[in-house]
C-alpha cells in the first residue's frame, strides 16, 4: 500500500490544520494507521493511531485533548484534525500502516509499522 500525507502548512499559534493521509494500491480497510512526527535531529516521535474500524484510537498525552485521528474507509482515508496547535507542534507528519487481523488494535511505535507516507510539513508560528 502506498501513502500520500497532505494538509500541511504553516499556521498561527492556537489555529488548526487537518492532516490526510490517503493510501493507495489496495483496500485500506484492514490497516491500523499512525501518525508521527520528526523534527531535526530528533526521534520520530508518536502522535495518535487509529484502529482500522475506526473504532479505538489513542493520543500522545501532549496531543490528547486537540487531536483528533479519524478515518473514512471507504475513501481510503486517515484524518488528523490539529486544533490549538503550538510552536513546538512544528514538525514533519507521516503516516504509517500496518495490516491488522483485530478492529479493535491500534500500535504506537514505530517499529510495528510497515508503510510509510513521505510527510507533510506542519509549522506553527508564535
Known amino acids: 500500500v502506498q501513502l500520500q500525507a497532505s494538509g500541511g502548512g504553516l499556521v498561527q499559534a492556537g489555529g488548526s490544520l487537518r492532516l490526510s493521509c490517503a493510501a493507495s494500491?489496495?483496500?485500506?480497510?484492514?490497516?491500523?494507521v499512525g501518525w508521527f512526527r520528526q523534527v531535526p535531529g530528533m526521534e520520530r516521535e508518536f502522535v495518535a493511531a487509529?484502529?482500522?474500524?475506526?473504532?479505538?484510537?489513542f493520543y500522545a498525552d501532549s496531543m490528547r485533548g486537540r487531536f483528533t485521528i479519524s478515518r473514512d474507509n471507504a475513501k481510503n482515508t486517515v484524518y488528523l484534525q490539529m486544533n490549538s496547535l503550538k510552536p513546538e507542534d512544528t514538525a514533519v507528519y507521516h503516516c504509517?500502516?500496518?495490516?491488522?487481523?483485530?478492529?479493535?488494535?491500534?500500535?504506537?511505535?514505530?517499529?510495528?509499522?510497515?508503510?510509510w507516507g513521505q510527510g507533510t510539513q506542519v509549522t506553527v508560528s508564535s
Open positions: 494500491g489496495r483496500t485500506f480497510n484492514n490497516y491500523a
Open positions: 487509529i484502529s482500522w474500524s475506526g473504532g479505538s484510537t
Open positions: 504509517a500502516a500496518v495490516p491488522s487481523s483485530y478492529r479493535s488494535w491500534y500500535y504506537t511505535s514505530k517499529y510495528d509499522y510497515q508503510y
